[in-house]
């Protein structure tokens, strides 16, 4: 694998952000906008930590990745999907509200990231579309969705983010239980035919999702002749190297 | 830290806290994998590890060669820099000390570079990698370590970040100097030390 930076980064100190909205994406995921104290500028596919502290000092802190683009906004958008044994996702989606002030630290990462300007295939399966999110924003943003094509993999429609901007002629959907009315293609996992593949010989790739889908799909770009050192990969949970 | 999150309590401090470095969670039985590239598909017969750089005898051991060698078993916590700490897992293998015993680091060998078979690489004082602290293991609570978590083997530095402990390890090279290998160049600290945060560059 190769390497985005050589150089040694500065501290990214912890300041504290103010919650300006919350919204729903579905019934199991909010995107929370954060405007930052000191704003920082991130790369389309970097998080940031975010870190809960009770009165007596105990902390709770995890990673998630930013769904919004670069684009100099002291305010960031978050996707959090709630887990229901997540310590800090069901504090947020349950207890959290606008005005709140969280602690936050980032951005945070610089291998799973797009530089905006190279192509990309962004491969995504249920939340793992919000880093995604960013590059498809980045490149519309900067008029380059010809740079990149996004497959995402969700369960039904009900668990689609994004759903109302989604659509493009860049995007596609592969629904793997249910699919939409008068959807044409049979609801089923992931498959080699649902990607576009052909015509991108230099494409890097992106994958983000679970373990057993990230695996999945790079199972299916590696089968497709796609070099393992083009492929970047974000499991969850959180973000980051074990 | 002087200012609270509103209305944030926290879960229940057990008796498993005081294991727990700052900043960590007990995931229980769970055990995430959390990797950038793709798995590899290693075979046993093609499988090696080799000690290189600043050592009196350069070596590579075969899988079966490397099974020859003194066994030897960690068991206790492991803890990864996105803040899961697992507990009280046994892995089993073979002491980077035994290791080093046959290849000889030279005197002026003060790290080394921990290189996988997919290219993946992490950087490690040397201290830290001997003394008992560090081994290459192929079992897991009993086990062959599964392919997602790092097998056919491993190496575990249970003591630093879980990042350290590079999967599908291919050897060591021991260096005179530190240089960052993956996650240290993308922004992460290059010891590590959970007890003492050091989680990103700066830390």
């Given amino acids: ?242 | 830290m002087s200012r609270f999150t509103r209305g944030f309590t926290g879960r229940s401090r057990g008796a498993e806290a005081s294991r727990l470095p700052p900043g960590q969670y007990d995931t229980g039985t769970t055990w995430p994998v959390l990797t950038a590239e793709p798995t590899p598909r290693l075979s046993i017969a093609a499988w090696s590890f080799a000690i290189e750089g600043l050592v009196e005898r350069p070596i590579s051991w075969t899988w079966e060669e490397i099974h020859a060698l003194t066994p030897a078993t960690y068991h206790g916590d492991i803890h990864c820099v996105t803040t899961w700490s697992k507990l009280g897992m046994t892995f089993s293998g073979v002491s980077v000390d035994t290791l080093l015993e046959i290849a000889r680091p030279l005197a002026d060998a003060t790290h080394v570079l921990a290189f996988s078979h997919t290219g993946y690489t992490t950087n490690l004082p040397l201290a830290d990698v001997t003394g008992g602290r560090a081994w290459v293991t192929w079992e897991v609570d009993g086990r062959p370590l599964p392919v997602d978590h790092g097998g056919p083997a491993r190496l575990v530095v249970p003591h630093l970040y879980f990042w350290k402990s590079a999967k599908w390890i291919a050897g060591l090279r021991l260096l005179d100097h530190d240089e960052p290998g993956f996650w240290e160049r993308n922004g992460y600290h290059d010891r590590g030390d959970p007890w003492l945060e050091q989680r990103y560059q700066g830390d």
């Fill in chain 1, 1 to 242: 694998m190769t390497e985005t930076s050589a150089e040694s980064p500065a501290p990214t100190p912890w300041q504290f952000a103010t919650v300006v909205s919350i919204t729903d994406e579905t019934s199991h995921a909010k995107t929370f906008r954060l405007r930052l104290d000191r704003p920082a500028t991130h790369l389309a596919g970097q998080h940031y930590v975010i870190r809960l502290t009770a009165p007596d000092g105990y902390t709770a802190s995890r990673s998630y990745s930013v769904a919004s683009a670069p684009e100099g906004s002291p305010e960031l958008d978050f996707t959090v999907e709630r887990l229901d044994d997540g310590e800090v996702s069901t504090f947020l989606h349950d207890v959290v509200q606008p005005g709140d002030e969280l602690e936050v630290r980032g951005p945070i990462g610089r291998w799973f990231v797009w530089n905006g300007t190279s192509p990309a295939l962004l491969v995504g399966g249920g939340s793992g579309v919000v880093p995604l999110a960013a590059m498809l924003r980045l490149a519309r943003r900067t008029g380059r969705s010809d740079l990149v094509r996004l497959v995402v993999s969700v369960r039904s429609p009900e668990d689609l983010y994004y759903g109302a901007e989604l659509p493009g002629p860049e995007t596609t959907v592969v629904y793997t239980r249910r699919g939409p009315h008068g959807g044409t293609r049979p609801p089923g996992r992931l498959t080699a035919a649902d990607l576009p593949l052909a015509p991108r010989r230099a494409v890097t790739a992106y994958v983000c999702g679970s373990a057993g889908f990230a695996n999945h799909a790079t199972d299916l770009l590696l089968d497709a002749g796609i070099a393992a050192t083009a492929i970047r990969i974000e499991r969850f949970g959180p973000t980051g190297p074990t």
